[in-house]
Every structure is written in structure tokens, then in C-alpha cells.
């Protein structure tokens, strides 16, 4: 059976091709907020640093009524469509898993300009390995530079070729229904969708997005589960309230939930019973409480204080549980370990300092973090902390400084494997970068002294370039400051992790050695100015600075005390 009254939807794209403002458009014609409300920008991306560098890093949920035109042909008062903001970036990948896991469909928005890109066919891939149907959308149309009919047969390629792909493995892709598409052109911006393809750099005619409510209702199957079966709920986010605790963010399959009853959790030790102390649905952006819920729904359960993702909520008497999301595994590793320099616990108070304030934080990470591993190293106070990319990694140090904690950070290294035959294995990545022309053989050299092989090369007509080269991972380890320079800040770049290939070899990736300090105490404008000729500061005069701290790059490949 269906339930004919929910939608389940996904938003998957490249990072900046304008998911969160296409969510916010639709809560706003949806009447999500009241007239008095004041909302701001990219109201989805509530943490300080994704409001701070614009991008998604967790992944959320919410819901919208939506009781227009294509509700009422469906024989429906209202439909309910729960929506789930993905990141864009690879470096969140567990959190584009976990945002698939829950949903029956997915919109796929490409930016009219810019065109799929890396990340866009790491995101599609995911949904079509979860054999999700896709609406495709064409944002930003009235961008000067957009090529939409370009960027329709690229996405529409891009889609046949990783459906090739997904087959090879064993997976079944209904390919007919991937070249009949639904297509929709939209501004997200301003809150317009239309199925009629506008002119290069125009808006659409259309002043809404009721074409993109039709479709979400008409394309987007209804969840369907079975009358007969007890329930199964699969837990897919954590969450956490002031009043209530920990929450799971679950996906009901089968069967009903209600509050106030009792049923088992399923986890890798065994099933244990637990009373559901409160049930939560998602209303725009608030949460309210739900007597029950029913196959279809996500909500949010409250009543077990450990709860974690992956496990299963199920009936005591006939338990069966559901499968556990597969996350891919982490590809470059950095240490985290405690301050050990002599400034460590001067500067402010309330600091985190101790090795177990550290390892307690870590271990919060991990509850709700799928996507990260933390290992011990041979030192107690130390950790290695394994992630996706350096994005991730950087992200959770910022957060962790910002709570208050006083780290001291490894450099970051490619996670390695050995193949069957003993063979050293490293991971590779596919690296896109779009530069006007005449930097074509800078980027191309700076690739190559990092042991990157140019795969394809394509001229847009417009005087810019798309390169994209396979190269390791540990090759783009620190490139984009050198890539920009190179470029004079005008080059673009994205990367995809490929798998696994033999190592690639030495790689040099410093040109010039460090100044470190040989002795503790306030940095002489005197001694600076000598030293002037020997490299770059980092430090200025008077600022304290202690032995064996790197206070500025010499000019020379060899490290030089000062």
C-alpha cells in the first residue's frame, strides 16, 4: 500500500548551485512562516560556520503542507513533503548517505553556468545506487554566462554514463525513465520554476514554483509499506533538546509509533526495550509534538539517552530489524592532540586543555558524525582523526577551537591500504579546475610536479577551460593557495575521490624550508629587520613566541633556526 498524502525529497547538488536557497523559496511560497515572521538568508544552514563560508555541512530535514493545484487533481486536501538539505561538498558525504536513506526521491540541481561538476556526480551517483527517481532542475538561468541546453546534455550524459557505471556493479537502473527525465528551468533566487526552457541569461516565465510542487507530488512515488507488518523505524540523524535530551531523527517504514508505548532498539550488542517519552513532527522549521506516527513519516523520538544512527526501532514482539546505512570510508587522516607549548592555557579563560576534555569531545563527534574515525597513537594525549577530506577535518578543529579547546594539529596524510598481492595502495582523486586559457599550462605543470595526469581538456568558447586530472590525494594536499597564485585568483576547483591506485611516488610539495624559533620570549623589531632577507614572518614585533615555534617560511628548502 501507498500513503498517497507524504513526499519524501532530497535536494542533492554541487556545493553552491543553490540547494538551501531553492528550500528556503519553497517554504516561503508554501506559507511556512507567518507574515510577521523575519527570516533570513539560507534559513536551512542555521550553524555559525556555514552561515560564515556559505556552504551546507549537515545535512536537515524539514517539512512543508502543500495544499495547491497538483494536491486537489490528487484528490488530496494537503500533501506533506519532507525535505532533506544535503551538503554538497564530499567531505560531508555521510551526510548525503543519511539524507538519501530517508527520502523515495530526489531533485537534482545543476547551476545553469558551471554545469555538473565533481561533486555533483558523487551525490547523483549515491541516488542512483539507492535507485531514487530524479527531477532535474536547471538553477540560476538568468545568469549572463548560463548555457542551459549545453548543461541539460552534459547532466543528461553524465547521468547515462554513471548509470553505466552503477550496472557494472550489479545494480538495476531503469534507463528509459532516465532519458525521460522531468526537466524544470528555475531562479531559485527569486522564488520561480517552469518547465518552458527560457532564453541564455533569462529568468523563467513562470513567476512561481508551482511547476516544481507539481512535479515533487506527480514525479516523487508515495511511500508504500506493507499493512501487515509490525513496525520498523531506522534511526538516521541525532539531534538534541534542552527539555528532552538526546533525540533520533527516524524514517518510519512499517507499522506506527506512538508515544507513550515501549519497543525495542535494535543495536550491534542485541535489542534492548525503551518507552517512547515523546514524539516530534518537523513544521517548517519547528518541531511540535505528535501523538503518533505512521509509515512514510520522519520525526523526531525521544526516550533513550544513547541512542545511535544506524540502529533500528522495532516491535518487542516481532522484531525485524531494518539494514544499516553503508558509509564510505575515510580517505585522509590529521592528529588531534593536546596544547603542548609553553603558551598553552595564557591566553583567555575557560579553556579546554586536559586529554580526556579531548577525547570526551572526539567521542561526541562521533555520535553523531558517521563519517569520521577517531584511532589512539602510540601518545595518550594524541589521536588520529580520520575524515573524507581536509574540509572535514578543518571544520571540526574550527568548531572544537570555538568551544574553547587548545589543540595541537598533525599536517594532514592520505589514509593507505595494501592490495591483495602486498602492493601499496593510495587514493586518487579526479580534480576539475576551470581557468581562463592563458593559465592552461601553469595549472597543467603545477598538476604535474604532483604527479597529476590531465584527463580531458575542454574549451567552453568562452575563454575559459575546464581541465580535469586524476591525481593522489595527498598531491592536493595544501594546492589551492598555490593554484590561486598561479592563476591570479582566478581559478575554480573541485575533486572527487575515484578509488584506490598503486603509489604514485615521492611527492615535493614545499619549496622553501621554516624559521623556527631556537628560544622563548617577545620577537625584537631589531632582529626581525636583520633577518628580513632570510625569509617571511608570520609574527610580528613584540609578540611572544617560544622554542621550536615556525614563526615565518625561509627562502631556502632547509629549515633555519632564528
Known amino acids: 500500500m501507498i500513503k498517497p498524502d507524504i513526499r519524501n525529497v532530497a535536494i542533492i547538488a554541487h556545493v553552491d548551485h543553490g540547494k538551501t536557497t ?15 515572521q523575519k527570516v533570513p538568508e539560507r534559513v536551512m544552514d542555521s550553524g555559525e560556520i556555514e552561515r560564515e563560508k556559505g556552504i551546507t555541512i549537515l545535512a536537515k530535514n524539514t517539512a512543508i503542507n502543500y495544499s495547491g493545484k497538483a494536491a486537489g487533481e490528487l484528490g488530496q486536501e494537503s500533501i506533506t513533503i519532507n525535505l532533506i538539505d544535503t551538503p554538497g561538498h564530499a567531505d560531508f558525504g555521510g551526510e548525503v548517505e543519511r539524507g538519501l536513506s530517508m527520502v523515495d526521491g530526489a531533485i537534482l540541481l545543476v547551476d545553469a553556468s558551471e554545469g555538473p561538476l565533481p561533486q555533483t556526480r558523487f551525490v547523483l551517483r549515491k541516488a542512483l545506487e539507492a535507485k531514487l527517481p530524479i527531477i532535474l532542475v536547471i ?19 553524465l547521468l547515462l554514463s554513471l548509470a553505466e557505471d552503477v550496472m557494472a556493479e550489479g545494480i538495476e537502473v531503469d534507463i528509459d525513465k532516465l ?44 511511500p508504500s509499506y506493507d499493512p501487515s ?16 535530551g538526546r533525540l533520533g531523527l527516524i524514517r518510519v517504514y512499517n507499522g506506527m509509533i506512538e508515544k507513550g508505548k515501549t519497543y525495542g532498539l535494535v543495536r550491534e550488542k542485541g535489542m534492548e526495550s525503551f518507552k517512547v517519552t515523546e514524539l516530534l513532527k518537523t513544521y517548517g522549521l519547528t518541531r511540535q509534538p505528535a501523538p503518533s506516527a505512521g509509515p512514510g513519516d520522519i520525526v523526531a523520538v525521544a526516550g533513550v539517552q544513547d541512542i545511535m544512527i544506524g540502529e533500528s526501532i522495532v516491535d518487542l514482539d516481532d522484531p525485524r530489524p531494518l539494514g544499516v546505512i ?17 603558551l598553552a592555557g595564557t591566553e583567555g579563560k575557560d579553556h579546554k586543555l586536559t586529554a580526556r576534555m579531548l577525547k570526551d569531545r572526539l567521542d561526541r563527534e562521533l555520535v553523531g558524525n558517521v563519517s569520521i574515525k577517531v584511532l589512539p597513537t602510540d601518545r595518550p594525549d594524541m589521536w588520529k582523526v580520520m575524515g573524507r577530506g581536509e574540509l572535514a577535518l578543518s571544520v571540526l578543529a574550527e568548531q572544537m577551537r570555538r568551544e ?9 596524510q592520505v589514509v593507505t591500504r595494501k592490495s591483495d598481492s602486498g602492493e601499496l595502495l593510495e587514493p586518487f582523486e579526479e580534480a576539475t579546475v576551470d581557468v581562463p586559457s592563458e593559465f592552461v599550462g601553469a595549472v597543467s605543470q603545477l598538476m604535474a610536479l604532483r604527479k597529476g595526469v590531465m584527463v580531458s581538456m575542454k574549451d567552453h568558447g568562452s575563454g575559459w577551460v575546464r581541465l580535469v586530472f586524476s591525481v593522489p590525494s595527498r598531491g592536493l594536499i595544501g594546492i589551492r593557495a598555490k593554484l590561486l597564485t598561479d592563476t591570479h585568483g582566478t581559478a575554480v576547483s ?23 624559533s631556537d628560544t622563548r620570549g617577545a620577537a625584537t623589531p631589531y632582529a626581525m629587520q636583520h633577518l628580513q632577507a632570510r625569509g617571511v614572518f608570520f609574527v610580528e ?21 632564528v
Not at 184 to 210: I, S
Not at 328 to 342: H, L, R, Y
Not at 497 to 509: D, F, R
Not at 544 to 557: C, D, H, L, M
Open 139 to 157: 538553477n540560476k538561468t538568468d545568469r549572463p554566462d548560463s548555457r542551459i541546453a549545453q548543461v541539460v546534455s552534459e547532466t543528461t550524459d
Open 229 to 244: 507488518s509490525p513496525l520498523q523505524a531506522l534511526v538516521t540523524n541525532i539531534d538534541s533538546s534542552d527539555f528532552l
Open 404 to 412: 574553547g579547546y587548545e589543540l595541537t594539529l598533525g599536517r594532514p
Open 494 to 516: 573541485s575533486s572527487i575521490l575515484t578509488g584506490y591506485k598503486p603509489w604514485a611516488g615521492e611527492i615535493v610539495t614545499r619549496q622553501s624550508g621554516s624559521m623556527v
Open 541 to 561: 614585533p613584540q609578540r611572544q613566541v617560544y622554542e621550536g615555534q615556525i614563526v615565518g617560511i625561509a627562502n631556502k628548502p632547509n629549515d633555519l633556526d
Open 326 to 342: 553503508h558509509i564510505d570510508e575515510p580517505a585522509i587522516s590529521m592528529t588531534f592532540g593536546i596544547n603542548d607549548s609553553p
Open 179 to 222: 532519458c525521460s527525465l522531468p526537466i524544470l528551468y528555475a531562479c531559485a533566487k527569486e522564488g520561480r520554476a517552469d518547465t518552458v526552457r527560457p532564453q541564455d541569461g533569462q529568468m523563467p516565465a513562470n513567476k512561481d514554483l508551482e511547476p516544481l510542487f507539481s512535479a515533487l507530488v506527480n514525479e516523487i512515488p508515495a
Open 22 to 36: 531553492l528550500v528556503d523559496a519553497l517554504l516561503r511560497q508554501a506559507h511556512a512562516f507567518s507574515d510577521r
